[in-house]
Nanobody
Framework: QVQLVESGGGLVQAGGSLRLSCAGS????????MAWFRQAPGKEREFVAR????????RYADSVKGRFTISRDNAKNTVYLQMNSLKPEDTAVYYC????????WGQGTQVTVSS
């Protein structure tokens, strides 16, 4: 079993930046696809970004393309989401996911972007 712990959320003004971290334990997460999702109040959880293994290629939702960057540090067993040019519509709880079978999720970290 794997545990995922997100951190780095907070309150930021529109146009600002945050970097989210997702630290894994119990399993080496570097050998799996990892993804970030988000869920805003009253909305369904939606895909944000994915980093693939092997190769490290990435994929993004259209709404964040060009503003967010997903990356991983295998030595730290951690995946990151660098978020720039934040908008109020980016406000949500952000979750990381290891795409194993079954998949595992972290507990989420709140990101609030004020206008």
């Amino acid at each position: 079993q794997v545990q995922l712990v997100e951190s780095g959320g907070g309150l930021v003004q529109a146009g600002g930046s945050l970097r989210l971290s997702c630290a894994g334990s119990g399993r080496t997460i570097s050998a799996y696809n990892m993804a970030w999702f988000r869920q805003a109040p009253g909305k369904e959880r939606e895909f944000v970004a994915r980093i693939y293994w092997p190769g490290g290629s990435t994929r993004y939702a259209d709404s964040v393309k060009g503003r967010f960057t997903i990356s991983r540090d295998n030595a730290k067993n951690t995946v990151y989401l660098q978020m720039n040019s934040l908008k109020p519509e980016d406000t949500a709880v952000y979750y990381c996911k290891i795409e194993t079978t079954p998949a595992y999720w972290g507990q989420g970290t709140q990101v609030t972007v004020s206008s």
